[in-house]
């Protein structure tokens, strides 16, 4: 599993729970704010490709998120090692959209809901469901996702609409028979995905063999589909699902001190020092202190985190080059660590509390490795 993703000369590091996809082709996706590159189907799912920061080029270095809003693909030039200081975590970047254009006058109603062509005022984006000689034309704000063809069940009430009932993407859908729908006199042939959209307050899916971008100047489906609406009543209803509540996190710097991985509050780290060597100390500091170092005018002693955790020193040697942490607290005083990993957001149920006031207050399960979050007011107090 790759360590970093290198994103316009930036290196970010990934999460555990992102996973490498292949690059597929991309879709515009006009209506997008900044930092979108567009959409493309990846493993039978429609998604957004989002670049790693806003202003960054895309590539063809792709990885999957779960995102607060669902599942993004985060696009950079390529896969490089974690750099010994550490890189800032690759956070899923936040959906968003510009402001939607208003509705097409009414005058327009009778011939469906159209993509105009290039240069109109008002612009509106649709994607087109290929099966055979069919162009099956939905507006975006209708789709749900793409899937593979599921298995069908007979749907008993439906009539010719239908070629029967499936689930998918975890709940039922009728699937329509795109012939009858577009009254096509020639053989449609076998799909192999589903486009899954809602209409009229019901979940329906079209059969197809490819997606792409509508043209400009075709009609969508609505208008027919209003059309046929008393044929339609055998389909599940949609009903709309309230965004999940918002989780709490806690943010910890992620870092490892003589072989031992630990993390620290974030709001206990003033600062991370680039890597150096400290001075060393003079005459009167504690034997506990490794040195002194120089940060932003001020003079800190520094402590070695490894020994601090019981395990081997950080600053093993005379002249040892080590990144410091500021900690929170005074007497000011620096902390040399291994390496800084980098920021992570930690969910508070994933948190154990350690009952006391000793050096960990908590420890948090990373996969099947436990954490313990340390106190920066332990770690740095003289002995």
């Known amino acids: 599993m790759p360590e970093a993703l290198l994103a316009g000369g930036q290196i970010f590091a990934l999460p555990q729970d992102a996973s490498v996809v292949e690059a597929a082709p991309l879709r515009p996706a006009p209506l997008a704010a900044a ?33 607060p809003g669902g599942r993004v693909v985060v696009a950079g030039q390529g896969f490089v090692p974690l750099p010994p200081q550490g890189a800032p975590l690759l956070v899923p970047p936040r959906l968003a959209a510009r402001r939607a254009p208003p509705p097409l ?3 327009d109603a009778a011939e469906g809901w159209a993509v105009p062509m290039r240069g109109a005022a008002t612009r509106q984006m649709a994607l087109a469901a290929e099966l055979g000689a069919l162009r099956l ?9 793409v899937v593979p063809m599921p298995v069908l069940r007979p749907a008993p009430a439906a009539g010719a609409c239908a070629l029967g009932y499936a689930v998918a993407a975890g709940a039922p859908v009728l699937v329509l028979d795109a012939g009858w729908l577009m009254q096509a006199e020639t053989e449609v042939p076998q799909a192999s995905l589903l486009v899954l959209f809602r209409h009229g307050g019901r979940r329906l899916g079209l059969p197809c063999t490819r997606i792409g971008p509508a043209r400009a100047g075709e009609a969508t489906l609505a208008h027919r589909l209003d059309q046929v609406a008393e044929a339609l009543t055998a389909a599940p209803l949609a009903e709309a699902a309230a965004p999940p509540a918002p989780t709490p996190t806690r943010a910890v710097l992620l870092c490892s001190a003589g072989g031992q991985a630990f993390a620290l509050p974030v709001e206990e780290v003033v600062a991370v020092i680039p890597p150096q060597a400290p001075t060393p100390a003079p005459e009167g500091l504690p034997p506990e202190f490794r040195g002194v170092a120089a940060h932003r005018g001020d003079v800190l002693p520094v402590l070695d ?20 942490l500021r900690l929170a607290g005074t007497p000011a005083v620096a902390l040399a660590v291994s390496h800084v990993t980098g920021l992570r957001r930690i969910a508070e149920h994933d948190i154990a509390a350690v009952a006391g006031e000793g050096l960990v207050s908590a420890v948090v399960a990373m996969g099947d490795q436990p954490l313990p979050v340390c106190r920066a007011a332990i770690l740095g107090a003289t002995r």
């Open 35 to 67: 930092g979108m590159l567009g959409v493309a189907v990846v493993a039978g799912q429609v998604v957004p490709v989002m670049a790693a920061a806003p202003g960054l080029p895309g590539g063809s270095a792709w990885v999957m998120l779960d995102g």
């Open 105 to 107: 006058p009414a005058a």
């Open 137 to 145: 034309v939905l507006p975006f704000a209708a789709l749900e996702r």
């Open 305 to 324: 985190a490894g020994l601090r955790l019981g395990g081997l020193p950080v600053l093993g040697w005379q002249g040892a080059v080590a990144p410091l």
